[in-house]
């Protein structure tokens, strides 16, 4: 807490931002009733609010509002490359070796099921 605020100005605060906090929770499960038409839409409109509601706690409950501009930077990188993660985690799924465009053995095995319950038959 930085010297030119008192005490009760940031108990004010903090009482401020928690209701902010219970407002915006109520608001999201709110949302989660609504059906946006599409699924990605949904989940977009969640995690903004969700990501707000992440500000607000960084920077008034973890005083990172009066920090200096090196943590917002480091923050900022941090953002970035998690997000650069994520997509490369998500196109890894995509990424899977094919021979002239045929699916591998392992995603597609026709049979098995019928030879799965046969075996078992036999027991």
Do not use: W
């Not at 004010?12 to 931002?17: I, N």
């Not at 900022?76 to 490359?81: A, I, P, Q």
């Not at 070796?97 to 699916?103: D, I, R, S, V």
């Amino acid at each position: 807490m930085s010297d030119n605020h008192s005490v009760p100005d940031f108990m004010r605060t903090c009482r401020f931002v928690f209701i902010l906090l219970i407002v915006f929770t109520v608001i999201t499960v709110a949302v989660s009733k609504v059906d946006f038409g599409h699924h990605f839409l949904n989940i977009g409109v969640g995690l903004l609010i969700a990501t707000f509601k992440a500000f607000l706690v960084a920077a008034y409950f973890m005083h990172l509002i009066s920090e200096k501009k090196l943590i917002y930077t480091v923050l900022g990188f941090t953002g970035f490359f998690f997000v650069g993660l994520m997509f490369l985690t998500l196109f890894s799924y995509a990424d899977f070796p094919t021979l002239g465009g045929e699916q591998p053995e392992v995603a597609h095995v026709e049979g098995a099921a019928e030879t799965h319950h046969e075996a078992g038959a036999d027991h």
